[in-house]
């Protein structure tokens, strides 16, 4: 579970980000507080006297997302980067996440913070539900290989540490399954590939 371990110590920063109380606070206090008038507001009242019609012709733009760190993807504002090693670690090990699609738009992100540490070649995101020999023959590949572990839980499941030690080779991909208990659940069992990996916890 030592990899599992590493997510969970990664994830803590993400829960409370230093900087984003901080200046997250003195705004919801000005709001509470009936604080300044927010210049949306003023510029509102402006447009009013003008010709509030000419308004309507203007073109509408899709809402914008917020501008993000293209290095851990968070918004810029809560940008982790300076937590984060200034160079990739070196590992032997690949690893390949399985990312349930509803985990991908989580505010809480931690595999772009896991990929941002990791070398680009050493940590494949995969996003889906349902995989196939079919159409992914490379995740396919990978399952097939004998060096490659699986990390979930269950009866069936060798200690990883354990396991290492007592393998002559060390392993060339771990997969991991990104996602709320119940999704990992539904992606590890409808999925006959993940069947073939050896299963770790
Ligand atoms: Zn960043």
């Not at 509408?60 to 293209?70: F, I, L, M, N």
């Not at 968070?74 to 699609?101: D, E, G, M, N, W």
């Not at 030690?165 to 999925?191: H, R």
Request: include cysteine; charge should be neutral.
């Amino acid at each position: 579970m030592e990899s599992q371990k590493e997510a969970r110590i990664l994830q803590q920063p993400v829960a409370r980000p230093p900087g984003a109380s901080r200046s997250q606070t003195p705004n919801a206090k000005e709001r509470q507080e009936g604080g300044p008038v927010p210049a949306a507001a003023a510029l509102g009242a402006e447009a009013d006297d003008d010709s509030a019609d000419g308004l309507w012709e203007l073109p509408v733009e899709p809402a914008k997302r917020r501008p993000e760190c293209s290095r851990c993807s968070r918004p810029q504002k809560v940008c982790l980067c300076p937590f984060l090693p200034a160079h990739p670690l070196h590992i032997s090990t690949h690893l390949y996440i399985i990312q349930h699609p509803a985990e991908e738009n989580k505010v809480l992100r931690t595999v772009p913070l896991l990929a941002a540490c990791l070398p680009q070649d050493k940590c494949k995101v995969k996003i889906g539900r349902r995989f196939s020999e079919e159409r992914d023959p490379e995740l396919s590949t990978v399952c097939r290989k004998s060096g490659t572990l699986i990390l979930y839980p269950g009866a069936e499941a060798a200690n990883l540490e354990e396991f290492i030690l007592d393998s002559p080779v060390y392993p060339s991909t771990i997969i991991i399954i990104d996602g709320t208990w119940s999704q990992a659940k539904d992606i590890f069992y409808k999925n006959s590939l993940f069947r073939h990996p050896k299963q770790v916890n």
